[in-house]
């Protein structure tokens, strides 16, 4: 009996179940995508599928097209996120939090639905779908994750720097330069990374945003991935898309690390 | 209250009647202040008495309700905080973690332009005279608390501001740092020769550092004046039991120069008070001679405690009719000691009481009862009138004060607890923001919540 008390009370008892699943869902399926790629239709060993991506001109392409696509939504996100993330942060207009409710609120519907509904509107205005529909969804899609992460890190800010600042003779638009923008950047990078790396991966969104007619490095994967013939190149492009994720996520927690020490998060 | 007379032209800062609500809380109530240029003032109060509010007023931050602020004569009263000739120095010193030390000591002067050489030049200066030099790249976080305020010190002086506001700059350190940052602030003071206007609720600091000391409770200045007149003259209970140690007890002038108190009368050096006037009379714990023998002593006691305080002994006597004193010496007594105390007439203070008894407003309710401080008392109106105003009276031992605030027909908080050699005067503030006066002899604790109950027969009624 007491042994069993131990057994159980050991923190590596319980982590046990997580390890399982973790190596059957995560690492199990990262290994298959690993060795899909290096392999063609008979199973012997290649690297034809990575010369494919770079010789075969349309998967390329459609990669800096979606990587475009993810910077321009980034863009527009922070350019909308972060005054209303300043404007959230002001306790004045703010008091009972429920602007910031109303700005996460639409987090809680599914994203495909939400997408639909888009689709909807804009066949109801008339407006014509396409390049236009894609960016307007996507920015609207995430939206909410450039906001809340820049909110959260203004609403840290200690207003006596703010005092401080004005103290030593800053006016607003100086408070605003100097200490409140620097100091809210690590949130931007945290926003960037919850929009820019999804959406060079969407492929549901552009095709209801653009019927059929944009199709984004996603699109690519999924179209590759279901078929069985092409089923090792898909492999090598998620290879592609996972390194260059991966690359940019340890940019990211670097820049992010250096902000941190400077005592913000 | 009282204001320090000084020819208008020596002035920097005039405060000039200034009042301050936070919604319908009132935390400063008609303040005036007149501050020379280069004082060292300082404005003493315990922690919610309206110190920190009214340095918020003079550096901006916050707007005067009432009154104004006058700045080498011109009127700042709604200047906005960056375009005041004044610095602050922040008690938690807010320094900005994205810059090192040498940007956040610049950043008043990169904001004003100036030339780069100029502002490393002066920079630097400023480092030296906190005696940080060499830290200028240093990431503000990797300081400690005493180096980050000498930061923030710098931060604020190298501007040149006329006057600089401290807003208790040294409470977050420890003792012996806090001492040693004192005499650095006197030193600094004195070679920079601007204003300097501090904050504190440590009144040994505020005696250490100040020419002028304004003490402040309840949003009201109570007094101000040199630390020697703060701590020899006090000028009510209020001043007298926050600055140092001191035995305040109830008494009577009898006539000019004799007073009695504690059932003795005793010979001071006062006068113009009146024949029979109440007043309360203070004795600092110091000031009381204690000895072995009792035959030519003025009082006859047994010391009850004794507690070495490093470099005197700290002794509670108890006296033959109830009434205890503390007495500070540097020979002990042991407990139980009879022990003879003698005072010197110039060693006693006279202050003239600010009240006797309870004055309130009241209305007649109904035959049997009043409505006051918010809430309704029995007691016999004599036939006056439903709806009549009346002032009523009660004695300062006549209110009952109950643990469960429940069983009142009033709730409060004890503010001040004032001991006054045989019983406590306690401060009591309702919920309606009335002041309560109450003798007791039971202990209560700064904050305590209380019920508070008066008998009919206690109520006497004035007529208006």
């Given at each position: ?14 982590a ?11 690492v ?68 009972s ?6 700005f ?8 495909l ?7 909807s ?8 779908l396409g ?9 609207y ?6 906001i ?16 401080a ?52 490095f ?16 898909g ?14 996520s ?16 | ?5 000084v ?46 509010t ?42 900005f ?6 940007d ?100 040994e ?16 200045i ?21 600055i140092?140690?001191?035995n ?10 004799l ?36 035959e ?10 004794c ?12 006296l033959?009719n ?30 003239k009481k ?6 309130f ?15 309704t008392?029995?007691c ?61 002899n039971?202990?209560?604790?700064d ?12 109520i ?5």
């Amino acid at each position: 009996m007491n042994k069993l008390i131990k057994i159980f009370s050991k923190r590596s008892t319980w982590a046990t179940p997580y390890a399982i699943f973790l190596m059957l869902f995560v690492v199990l399926p990262l290994v298959l995508i690993g060795v899909y790629a290096f392999m063609d239709n008979d199973g012997a060993f290649t690297v034809a599928n990575f010369v494919k991506f770079v010789e075969q001109p349309e998967a390329f392409n459609t990669f800096i097209y979606s990587v475009a696509v993810a910077i321009v939504t980034t863009f527009f996100c922070i350019l909308l996120g972060y005054p209303a993330a300043y404007i959230l942060s002001n306790k004045e207009f703010n008091r009972s939090k429920t602007m910031v409710l109303l700005f996460i609120l639409p987090m809680w519907v599914n994203v495909l639905i939400r997408t639909l509904a888009t689709v909807s509107l804009f066949d109801i205005t008339g407006i014509p779908l396409g390049e236009g529909a894609l960016l307007f969804g996507l920015t609207y899609d995430f939206l909410p994750f450039m906001i809340y992460p820049i909110y959260n890190t203004m609403m840290k800010i200690d207003k006596n720097l703010i005092e401080a600042a004005q103290d030593l003779g800053a006016n607003q638009m100086r408070v605003f330069l100097k200490v409140i923008l620097p100091l809210s950047m690590p949130g931007v990078v945290s926003g960037i990374m919850m929009v820019f790396l999804p959406t060079i991966s969407t492929f549901a969104i552009s095709e209801l945003l653009t019927m059929n007619d944009i199709r984004l490095f996603g699109s690519i994967i999924q179209e590759n991935i279901m078929l069985s013939d092409t089923m090792n190149y898909g492999a090598a492009l998620s290879l592609v898309m996972l390194l260059i994720i991966g690359a940019t996520s340890a940019l990211g927690n670097d820049s992010e690390e250096e902000m941190s020490h400077g005592g913000i998060i | 209250m009282a204001e320090v007379k000084v020819e208008p032209g020596g002035n920097i800062i005039d405060i000039k009647h200034v009042s301050k609500w936070f919604g319908d809380k009132q935390v400063l109530d008609d303040v005036s202040l007149c501050i020379r240029k280069g004082e060292f003032v300082t404005i003493l109060g315990p922690s919610g008495c309206g110190k920190t509010t009214l340095l918020r007023i003079l550096a901006g931050f916050d707007t005067a309700s009432e009154g104004e602020i006058l700045l080498e004569g011109s009127d700042i009263t709604q200047t906005p905080p960056h375009k005041r000739p004044m610095n602050t120095v922040f008690q938690r010193y807010a320094l900005f973690p994205h810059l090192n030390v040498y940007d956040n000591i610049a950043f008043g002067l990169k904001l004003k332009k100036e030339k780069d050489n100029i502002i490393e030049n002066r920079v630097r200066r400023a480092l030296k005279m906190v005696g940080m030099t060499d830290y200028e790249h240093r990431d503000v976080n990797s300081l400690s608390g005493g180096q980050q305020q000498r930061v923030a010190i710098a931060r604020a002086i190298v501007n040149q501001p006329t006057v600089l506001l401290l807003d208790e700059p040294l409470a977050a350190l420890d003792l012996k740092m806090r001492k040693d940052m004192q005499m650095e602030l006197k030193e600094m003071h004195k070679t920079l020769g601007i204003t300097f206007i501090y904050v504190t609720h440590d009144q040994e600091e505020a005696l250490t550092l100040s020419d002028t000391i304004v003490v402040m409770s309840e949003g009201v200045i109570q007094q101000i004046g040199t630390p020697t007149d703060i701590y020899n003259e006090p000028e009510n209970c209020f001043v007298a039991d926050f600055i140092g140690e001191s035995n305040i007890l109830n008494g009577t002038m009898i006539e000019d120069r004799l007073v009695r108190f504690m059932g003795t009368e005793f010979k001071c050096v006062d006068e113009g008070f009146g024949e029979n006037a109440p007043v309360d009379v203070v004795i600092r714990p110091e000031d009381i001679y204690i000895m072995a023998h009792t035959e030519n002593a003025m009082l006859q006691g047994r010391v009850s405690s004794c507690i070495f305080k490093g470099v005197h002994y700290e002794m509670i006597v108890q006296l033959a009719n109830g009434y205890e004193l503390m007495v500070q010496d540097y020979n002990a007594f042991e407990p139980d000691t009879e022990v003879g105390l003698i005072i010197k007439p110039s060693d006693i203070h006279v202050m003239k009481k600010e009240r006797t008894c309870n004055t309130f407003d009241a209305v007649v309710a109904d035959e049997n009862h009043i409505d006051m401080l918010g809430g309704t008392f029995e007691c016999q109106p004599h036939g006056l009138e439903k709806g009549t105003e009346i002032k009523v009276e009660v004695a300062f031992d006549k209110i009952d004060l109950t643990d469960d605030k429940e069983d009142g027909a009033l709730e409060g908080d004890v503010r001040l607890i004032l001991y006054k050699g045989n019983h406590y005067h306690l401060t009591i503030v309702t919920d309606n923001d009335d002041y309560l006066y109450v003798d007791t002899n039971d202990v209560w604790d700064d904050g305590d919540m209380v019920g508070i109950n008066i008998l009919p027969e206690d109520i006497r009624i004035i007529h208006n």
